[in-house]
């Protein structure tokens, strides 16, 4: 029996990468080494690594005046390296402020560190429709001369995905768009030259947990506050390619699988028609019963997290149960929401919704 893992994070990686990885544990491409025992300045790992950063750069056409970074400490760290980053930008009186979109559990996170460092201006909320929606672009109370404006472009909890791509240029006197991107990063296309900064840990959609990528554009480097830490300075990391510290060297060479894999996929574009597919074939089926619930407006409803709820949460286990002995596993809802969450991202093949879609039929005709 096929097994699914829908888990939100770590998540699901592509069978094929798993299993070149374990053929080269112990000896990658005849060095005699496994690439976990490598010096990360010997030849064999700068190749890793300068592939890896080739391949991201070309799967997501990451313009030339934008730095490709490899961090640690994950999106909860990047919360607090943001500000530490910009905040200082132009001259700026201290505190400056910043402006940040409130769409649920990790843009709140995310603003909550912010508030150490300066001022926040919560621009937009939807915490009064329980994060069941994204404010629309013209009711958000911009600053004038903001540092950055923050937004979580995809939120894993809550299930809510930026179907456009915010412009706030005019409004906020050109400050850099900021996007939290961990749980959706290479499942769509994006315009990167819209953005100023885009992190995301790598946990969800690229590789192992203990790698952070971080797409900065080259004018926002060298602003950092004082008191930001050596290793998260953004300038510092890009002036040493990422290598200032010990990067994560396994996780990096993961992922420079999986961005190979995607290009076998035909890259982006054709894993973003994939992913919508996937999606729909769910959200259909979600659509056309009572017996299960979506609360999500369905202009914003994520391609990657989809929540959803038995209309009989009594039901709870037993369907959780069951689902496991079809090979459907992680589907518990995140503690803060309840229910049920399936994470569908790109290395959930088609197959696996197929399966999930096929049991929640069966377990409705057993239970509705
Ligand atoms: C998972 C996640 C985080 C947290 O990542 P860590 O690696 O635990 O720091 C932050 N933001 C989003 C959108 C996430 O999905």
């Known amino acids: ?46 190749s890793i690594l300068a592939a890896a950063q080739y391949d991201f750069r070309e799967l997501l056409g990451v313009p030339d005046n934008y730095k490709l970074l490899f961090m640690q400490g994950g999106a909860i760290a990047e919360n607090a390296i943001v500000p530490l980053n910009l905040l200082g930008r132009n001259g700026r009186a201290q505190p400056a402020t910043s402006d940040y979109i409130n769409t649920g ?17 919560v621009a937009a909320s939807s915490e009064e429709s329980h994060y069941a929606q994204i404010p629309a672009r013209e009711s958000w109370q911009l600053s004038k001369d903001p540092a950055y404006v923050h937004i979580c472009s995809n939120e894993t909890i809550d299930g809510v995905e930026y179907q456009f791509t915010p412009d706030i240029g005019v409004d906020t006197n050109g400050a850099p768009l900021v996007a939290d991107m961990s749980s959706h ?19 969800k959609n690229i590789g192992p947990a203990g790698l952070t ?14 008191a930001c830490p050596s290793a998260f300075n953004w300038k510092i990391v890009a002036d040493n390619d990422s290598m200032y510290n010990t990067p ?53 409803r994520s391609r990657m997290n989809v929540p959803f709820f038995l209309a009989n ?10 689902a496991k002995e079809q090979g459907l596993l992680q589907l518990k809802g995140h503690k803060s929401v309840g229910g049920m969450r399936a994470s569908i ?21 057993q239970r509705g």
């Not at 949460?313 to 069951?322: D, I, M, P, R, S």
């Open 313 to 322: 949460e009594a039901l709870n286990e037993a369907f959780l149960t069951g």
């Open 248 to 300: 994560p060297t396994y996780a990096i060479y993961i992922a420079g699988l999986v961005f190979q894999w995607l290009k076998r996929q035909g890259g982006v574009t054709a894993m973003e028609q994939r992913n919508i597919a996937k999606a729909a074939l769910l959200y259909d089926y979600l659509d056309s019963t009572d017996f299960y619930r979506t609360k999500i407006a369905s202009n914003c």
């Open 185 to 203: 990063i290479l499942s769509r296309m994006v315009d990167v030259s819209k953005y100023g900064v885009i992190y995301g840990g790598a946990q």
């Open 1 to 46: 029996m096929p097994i699914y893992n829908f888990s939100a994070g770590p998540a699901v990686l592509p069978k094929e990468v798993l299993q070149q990885a374990a053929a080269e544990m112990l000896d990658w491409q005849g060095s005699g080494m496994s690439v976990m025992e490598m010096s990360h300045r010997g030849k064999e790992f700068m």
């Open 105 to 121: 559990s990790w843009s709140t996170k995310s603003l909550k560190e912010a508030r150490r460092y300066g001022n926040v201006n």
């Open 213 to 226: 990528l971080v797409v900065v554009r080259e004018d926002l480097l060298g602003h950092a506050l004082p």
């Open 345 to 365: 991202y790109n290395a959930m093949p088609l197959e696996g919704v197929q399966a999930l879609v096929a049991y929640l039929k069966e377990f409705e005709k």
